[in-house]
């Protein structure tokens, strides 16, 4: 057992220097490296996987993904590029593309990152091959630049495919099954739908009170009438100067509104509209003549003090109104 356990020992050198051999073909032996992913670059490895003559497409993506280089775009597309990659990977078992993914990040490509000039990052290039049927006459890689911020691995894969040739497999992203989110919506549903069966006999009376649509109606018609969008689409002022001192509470002219202005209005709506249905509907009920009597002056006189305080109102709006009523 002794001696077998040597020429075990013995054997091992041979076999690392018959395991790291090269096969020759620079395609399959970065291929073979990415089988789960993008390959992570240097320096070295980069100028070797992207010199000429060079039969295979080459993509690459120059990033910063460390901390300290405040790179927040780097970190948000990175998990993007990886998915790509692994798809791309996962489509074309076979190579047919001859494409070959790579991440050279700027802590292990200083030197390229100075030779290429680059001041920003991410930055995606682009390398047709040199060499062979697809090969392209200028050797100068093509730039993919994040100017519309973080892209989807879906739309980088749509401009890697533009770039190969129209015969060659372009596989579509996989998308691993978010469980997470399956769940959190499942629940959400769920809680919802309990919600809805156990509230419903307290919830369905209060929704279906005439009254409290009727109230919601009012107040949306006294906002509405009274200017609210206009002041939501001019963004006018809620009150002004007049120049000496004081507040002007109402624009003069009918293009022209205070937000103050449109409050002061709907509430006067809101006096008028209710003082017309306290006649109309509460008055006749009371039981008691001299009650009766009394609320019939006293909304009357409401009523009256409203419609004279709008009628001045107006005339501030309108300089040439000529009517009026007391006591304003």
């Not at 990175?78 to 990977?89: G, R, T």
């Not at 949306?220 to 939501?232: K, P």
């Not at 006189?301 to 501030?316: A, D, E, K, W």
Request: include cysteine; proline fraction near 6%; hydrophobic fraction near 45%.
């Amino acid at each position: 057992m002794r001696w077998l356990q040597l020429l075990t020992a013995s054997l091992l050198p041979f076999t690392a220097l018959a395991a790291k051999k090269s096969s020759g073909d620079r395609f399959s032996d970065f291929r073979s490296k990415s089988s789960s992913g993008p390959l992570k670059l240097d320096d070295a490895s980069y100028t070797k996987l992207t010199k000429a003559p060079r039969d295979y497409s080459v993509a690459v993506l120059l990033t910063a993904l460390e901390t300290r280089f405040g790179c927040v775009l780097c970190r948000e597309f990175q998990p993007e590029w990886d998915l790509l990659a692994k798809s791309w990977v996962k489509g074309d078992k076979e190579g047919k593309s001859r494409l070959v993914f790579g991440t050279l990040d700027f802590v292990d490509g200083k030197n390229t990152f100075q030779q290429l000039m680059l001041q920003t990052a991410p930055i995606l290039l682009y390398f047709h091959p040199t060499v062979g049927p697809n090969a392209k006459v200028d050797s100068q890689p093509v730039r993919f630049d994040f100017t519309n911020g973080p892209q989807s691995a879906e739309q980088i894969q749509a401009w890697v495919a533009r770039q190969l040739p129209a015969d060659a497999p372009k596989p579509a992203i996989s998308r691993p099954i978010n469980w997470v989110k399956i769940i959190t919506v499942t629940t959400a549903i769920l809680g919802t739908v309990t919600f809805v069966v156990v509230a419903s006999p307290y919830v369905l009376p209060i929704l279906q009170n005439r009254n409290l649509w009727a109230a919601f109606s009012l107040i949306a018609v006294l906002l509405f009438t009274s200017g609210h969008m206009f002041n939501h689409i001019r963004k006018v002022p809620y009150v002004s100067g007049d120049g000496k001192g004081g507040v002007n509470y109402f624009a003069g002219g009918f293009s022209n509104q205070f937000g103050l202005e449109s409050q002061i209005v709907a509430a006067i709506y809101g006096v008028l509209s209710f003082a017309t249905i306290s006649l109309a509907l509460k008055v006749p009920r009371i039981a008691d003549a001299r009650a009766q009597q009394f609320a019939v002056f006293l909304w009357s006189g409401v009523l009256l003090c409203m419609y004279s305080f709008l009628l001045s109102v107006f005339r501030q709006k309108n300089g040439g109104y000529q009517f009026w009523l007391p006591p304003f």
